[in-house]
């Protein structure tokens, strides 16, 4: 993806909490996705605690209910991903342990593949006139793909530990 700011606010109401990742600037029409939900506050709070310790995310505004951050430029695309990923998800958990460990670069090379779905996803809604089944479709692919890449990734482990156990 070419060199842009990323962003990624929380939004809280009476009503709704909601988290967006935004390309260009910090307002509503540069939201990309938009999450929203009960656990939604909860996603936010550790997506930042876990960009933190990597020196990811800076704050650039807070509120009471108003929280801007910025994304560093190579991380961006990543969290755009991330946040894909979460889209119409049950098991917040799992995804952000996964998001760790693509930080932890326990997957080698996978981060740039991962960023081609979010690309995908923003070509698609470009074509179409309901952005949001893009989204969902490649939200939908971007979870069959990280599974079947942790199942695959484990195996090809447990081979390689068991073929230095016995050579």
Known sequence: MNKHSYYLIYWESPKAHKVSFNIGGDSKESALITLQGKNIKRVFINTVRLLSRYGGIIPVETSDHKKIYTIREDLGPLIGTYILLLRRARNYDKWHRFLERILNEEFPGVATVL????????????TWAETGKA??????????????????FSNSLQRDLESKRYP
């Open 115 to 126: 960023t081609s779905f979010l690309e995908t996803a923003i070509e698609l809604s470009k």
């Open 135 to 152: 989204f969902d479709i490649v939200s939908s692919t971007l979870k069959h793909f990280v599974n079947s890449l942790e199942k695959n």
